[in-house]
């Protein structure tokens, strides 16, 4: 089984729409990141969390807001989707715990679509 | 601020070929250094890192140089197979602060047989 899974994997919705997307990863880590991926962008870091109860904001969480649930869970919400969110989304983890540089693990994202 | 340039893409190469696809960096400090790889349909995958200048790291016939001096990590391969067709990112992350990873904007790499 992968130790990040993202939830869904495809998703077509439309304009105004509340969306979720969700994250569970089975590696034990504390940190947790949703980033988005557009054509020749790279990634951007939307929102991370470090533990359950600490949060912080990414270079581009306009629009975005997160809930981190477990130390396992970290979803993403779009609280009224807009076409210019229309993006391949990951959610990442690490485990600082074990030393810097700590490496990021990757889910296989989840294709969003806003018509 | 922090930020990382790639070569521009797409980059077709011939099987067995050699491969070098260029990263520069700008950061505060003294930033750790990865290469990232993204094969079609999945999430990305750590390829390599390097923590300090002068490091060397290597994995799967891959191979990247932390030069301090020219604020580069350049990714090579001697010979380069249809599977390595993927995209590749640069990153880093610096130690202070929140130690976010700041990325490339990606290289597509094709390898025709």
């Known amino acids: 089984d992968a130790d990040v899974t993202q939830t869904p994997r495809n998703r077509i919705t439309k304009t105004g729409k509340r969306i979720m997307l969700e994250c569970s990863q089975t590696?034990?880590?504390?940190?947790m990141y949703w980033y988005r991926q557009d054509p020749g962008l790279g990634l951007r870091l939307i929102y991370y969390?470090?533990?359950?109860?600490?949060?912080n904001k990414g270079e581009i969480s306009d629009g975005y807001s997160v809930s981190r649930q477990a130390q396992a869970k970290f979803s993403l919400s779009l609280e009224s989707a807009i076409p210019n969110q229309t993006a391949l989304y990951f959610c990442?983890?690490?485990?600082f715990g074990r030393g810097f540089p700590d490496t990021q693990y990757f889910g296989p994202g989840t294709r969003l679509t806003v018509l | 601020g922090n930020s990382v340039t790639q070569m521009e893409g797409p980059v077709t190469l011939s099987e067995e070929a050699f491969l070098t696809i260029n990263c520069t960096y700008t950061a505060t400090g003294y930033p750790s250094l990865f290469w990232y790889v993204q094969y079609p349909g999945e999430g990305l995958q750590l390829l390599l890192k390097a923590t300090k200048a002068d490091d060397k790291g290597s994995n799967k016939g891959f191979e990247a140089t932390y030069r301090k001096e020219t604020t580069s990590f350049h990714l090579e391969k001697g010979s380069v197979q249809v599977s390595d067709s993927a995209v590749y990112f640069c990153?880093?992350?610096?130690?202070?602060?929140?130690?976010?990873?700041?990325f490339g904007q990606g290289t597509r790499l094709t390898i025709n047989p």
């Open positions: 969390s470090f533990d359950v109860k600490d949060i």
């Open positions: 590696k034990g880590h504390d940190r």
């Open positions: 990442a983890t690490s485990d």
């Open positions: 990153a880093l992350k610096v130690p202070q602060g929140a130690q976010k990873l700041v």
